[in-house]
Structure formats: C-alpha cells, structure tokens
C-alpha cells in the first residue's frame, strides 16, 4: 500500500530515536517555494510547532568575491505542523487578511493525511548532513581568509624594477585594486602583478 510518504519520497529508514518528546504526528502545509522558510517562521512565532528541512548555501555577491550564506529549504514548498492544531490551521487558511504567508493544508483523497515522526526520518538525516557540509565549508572559508595576502596599496605612477622574468626591465603602475596591480613595462607591456608582491618587495620599487 502506498503511503503519502512514499508520494512524497520520504521512504523509511533505520536511525537512532530523537531523544526529545514521543513520537508525534504532522500534517503537511503546502506554499510557493519562495515562501517556505518564511511561512515557517512566522507559524513558529504564532506558537506553532513547525518544522521544515533547511541548509546554508553561499552565494556570490554580484561583481564581488565576497560570499555571503543564506537559509535555503531542502524541500521547498513543504512545511510540517504538528496535527494537534490543524483546526487552527485551517482557520488561518480561511481568514481574509492573514498574518502568514499564503498557504494550504494538503489533503489526500479529501482528508488530511498525519505524517507520524519516523516518516521524517530521512528528511532528518538529510538536514543534519547539510548543516555538518555547512561548517565544513565555514570552516575552510575562515582557514582561507586567515592565510589570505592582505591587500596593499600601490600609488598610480610608482616605478618598479622587475625581477624574474621582468628582470631588467623598469615599470609604472597604472592600476591598482588593492588585490592586484597593473604594471606597464617599457611603455608597451602591461602585466597583472599581485600586489602584495610589489609591497613585499618581490617586485622591487624602484
């Protein structure tokens, strides 16, 4: 027989008890993908018990190296709420002018089908693996900015003497971002130099 779980690939498996309160029972609240985590926090903030699977992603801010982190739900447009108040819940849906996102509570050949905690299993594991590939990444983020090159400030015009293969040959800055710089060799030949390596000598001022 076919469970509302295995519609929606929530298939069992074996794992440790969560050591918090008995097993319960979820409905399930359907919303748009972009409303899920913050349908969420708003019934969470009405005294609702809710839940729904959420991991850090990283993005890149446009035009920048910077990234930032934001919440992302592992399985947009599905929240859960604890079945003890699905009245309450149906009663939101119902309400003109709601406080919270726009929402439905789904329903299975016309009744409402109760999710029972071990169905939310793997759904579980899943979230605990994101958070721990999270830090994981935070946490090789932070070791990278810790041996980062800081930034120099080379002034526009500085000469240069360089060295290595720019050996014998005398440069002008004409760029510089702090990360890197721009030298123009012999008035024909411009060159992306780091700049810390014109700040630390590697490259010598001349």
Do not use: N, Y
């Amino acid at each position: 027989m076919t469970t509302i779980a295995d519609q929606l690939g929530l298939a069992r498996q074996s794992v440790a008890p969560m050591p918090t309160t008995p097993p319960q029972r979820w409905c399930i609240l359907r919303t748009s993908p972009g409303r899920t985590l913050s349908l969420a926090k708003s019934l969470a903030g009405a005294g609702f018990t809710i839940w729904t699977p959420s991991e850090v992603q990283t993005r890149r801010r446009p035009r920048t190296r910077t990234v930032r982190e934001v919440d992302a739900p592992i399985l947009p447009s599905f929240v859960f709420a604890s079945a003890d108040r699905v009245h309450d819940l149906r009663r939101i849906t119902m309400l003109e002018m709601s406080p919270h996102p726009q929402f439905s509570i789904f329903q299975h050949g016309g009744k409402v089908p109760l999710i029972a905690e071990r169905e939310l299993a793997r759904l579980r594991a899943e979230e605990a693996d994101a958070q721990r590939r999270s830090a994981l990444k935070r946490a090789e983020r932070a070791r990278r900015e810790r041996g980062a090159r800081p930034k120099a400030a080379i002034p526009i015009g500085q000469k240069v003497d360089g060295t290595g293969p720019w050996s014998g040959l005398t440069g002008t800055v004409t760029e510089c971002d702090g990360r890197t710089a721009i030298v123009l060799f012999g008035g024909i030949l411009p060159v992306t130099i780091d700049a810390w390596k014109l700040a630390s000598g590697e490259v010598i001022a001349a």
